[in-house]
Each structure stands twice: as C-alpha cells, then as structure tokens.
C-alpha cells in the first residue's frame, strides 16, 4: 500500500500538478461557456426550436446545438490560451499554430460526446432527460439549457485533459528521445575539463 501511495503521489506527482491547473483552467472555461450560452439564449431563438431540420432524417438541428457550439468555440479558444501559457508551459517550445489545431480537434472530439449528453438532457422524451416540472424556465437557475450545457461540459473534461495531455501538449522531447526534464535529471554532474586539475590537488601540493 505504501508503495502504491509513493507511486501515485510522488513519481506521478507533476501529472497532479498538471491536472489540477487544467481543472482550474476548465472552470474558468465553463464560466466563459456558460456565459456565451446565455448571451445566445438570450438574444436568439428558443433553445429547443429546430435551427436546421436534416432531410430524410427524423432529427433535427435545434438551438441549444447551435447556442453550445458557439460556447465551445469561445471557451476553447480560452482554454488553449491559458493551458499553453499555465498548464502545460509549451509556449515557449512550440509554435502556437502547431498546437491550436490538435487542440481544437480534441475540442471537438469532446464537443460532439457533450452535444449527446446534452440532447439526452434536454429531449423531453429522454430517460435522461432533465425535468419540467423543476427546470421550467421561469428563471436564470431553473432555465434547464444552461444545466444540461454545465452537466454536459463536466462531463467530457476528464476526455479532453487526457488526450490533449497526450497529444497537443506532448512534452517537448530531445533527440534520443527523452524529455528536457529528465536529460538534465540524468545528466552528470559538471567536473573538470579532461585534462584540468582538480583545484583540491593544486592546493595539496602548494602546502
């Protein structure tokens, strides 16, 4: 067991690190997406109105999809920004049109996961689905879109920290291979130059 502890808490003790800085970063992330959902909810359409109705299908594109993608676009932008500057520290290692687009596709990886647990949430027919009767709309912290949207961004952070951990902000590697961390860890100590004395000799033969 106690290895177990030293294994996790110890030798894994940079990944907490990283996790809890991106959990901070998340969180002001979903305060960002909340916020555009609500600008949105506000000055567009019914969130459950049909924004685009797919042909020859029986499903529809509402507004609550079109209100959470935008969030995502903002929040993600966000997000990106801080992780590479706080989080994971890549800024100054690479270039920020070469880690935007991975980290956009794992956005979107865990955009489409959240735009299913958000319609299973706000469908009226959904198992799933939140409660009339207590998310009817009548205020801000009732309105049912903005729960599904927070329960539905909780959810797929967990997805996003891993793949973006191991994929858009990939540690920056030397030529063999290993991380700068652990070549100058491995390093040896500095010494004298081959062929130089060692000071303490020097002092040794002048006494």
Same mark, same amino acid.
Request: glycine share 6%.
């Given at each position: 067991?106690e290895?177990?502890r030293?294994?996790?808490l110890?030798r ?5 690190i #990283?996790?809890?800085r ?6 002001s992330g979903?305060l ?16 459950e109105?049909?924004?685009v109705d797919? *042909? ?15 969030a995502?676009l903002v ?5 990106? #920004?801080l992780n590479?500057?706080?989080?994971f520290?890549s800024?100054?290692h690479?270039?920020w049109?070469?880690e935007y687009?991975p ?7 865990a #955009?489409?996961v ?10 009226p ?12 709309d009548s205020t ?8 599904a #949207? ?7 952070t967990?997805?996003?920290?891993v793949l973006?951990k191991?994929?858009?902000f990939r540690r ?10 652990e070549?100058?860890?491995?390093? *040896?100590?500095p010494g *004298?130059?081959?062929?130089a004395?060692?000071?303490?000799e020097?002092e040794?033969?002048r006494t």
């Amino acid at each position: 067991m106690e290895r177990l502890r030293h294994w996790l808490l110890v030798r894994h003790r940079s990944n907490w690190i #990283q996790l809890f800085r991106f959990a901070l970063v998340g969180g002001s992330g979903v305060l960002v997406n909340l916020l555009v959902v609500v600008i949105c909810n506000r000055l567009g359409a019914h969130p459950e109105a049909i924004a685009v109705d797919l *042909p020859l299908t029986e499903f529809n594109v509402r507004w609550y999809h079109v209100f959470s993608t935008t969030a995502f676009l903002v929040a993600n932008l966000w997000n990106f #920004q801080l992780n590479r500057w706080w989080t994971f520290r890549s800024a100054k290692h690479a270039a920020w049109w070469r880690e935007y687009p991975p980290f956009l596709m794992v956005g979107f990886a865990a #955009q489409v996961v959240g735009l299913g647990i958000l319609t299973l949430l706000m469908h009226p027919h959904s198992p799933l689905g939140l409660p009339n009767e207590i998310f009817d709309d009548s205020t801000g912290l009732r309105t049912k879109v903005y729960w599904a #949207q927070l329960i539905s961004v909780v959810l797929v952070t967990p997805v996003s920290f891993v793949l973006n951990k191991i994929w858009t902000f990939r540690r920056v590697r030397t030529r063999d291979g290993r991380s700068l961390a652990e070549a100058a860890h491995l390093s *040896p100590e500095p010494g *004298p130059a081959p062929g130089a004395s060692d000071p303490s000799e020097n002092e040794a033969q002048r006494t």
